[in-house]
């Protein structure tokens, strides 16, 4: 069985940053990437960032410039750098794990951005 668990998560006032993390564990066939998502409040859940087994990562329009992306040395675990928070960043990050066999959820962190 597959787990993740997110942590890393707060509150913080606008402008501020955050770094969220992530880690894997469990037996892992086929790895193809990892990323993060968000589910605002009354919102349908976005992605917010990609990165695959190669490193290529991908950012969403709304967050490029601003949230980084990375994996450390230690295999299935991410990370999500978040600078220059915005009141609109608040929600419920979490971080699946992507195979060819499905995808693998944890169950998140909350961030709060609010003065």
């Known amino acids: 069985q597959v787990q993740l668990v997110e942590s890393g998560g707060g509150l913080v006032q606008p402008g501020g940053s955050l770094r969220l993390s992530c880690a894997a564990s469990?037996?892992?066939?086929?790895?193809?990437?990892m990323a993060w998502h968000r589910r605002a409040p009354a919102k349908e859940r976005e992605l917010v960032a990609t990165?695959?087994?190669?490193?290529?990562?991908s950012y969403a329009d709304s967050v490029k410039g601003r949230f980084t992306i990375s994996r450390p040395n230690a295999n299935y675990a991410v990370y999500l750098q978040m600078n220059s928070l915005k009141p609109e960043g608040t929600a419920v990050y979490y971080c699946?794990?992507?195979?060819?066999?499905?995808?693998?959820w944890g169950q998140g962190t909350q961030v709060t951005v609010s003065s």
């Open positions: 699946p794990l992507i195979t060819f066999g499905g995808n693998y």
């Open positions: 469990g037996r892992i066939l086929n790895f193809v990437a």
């Open positions: 990165i695959s087994g190669g490193g290529i990562t």
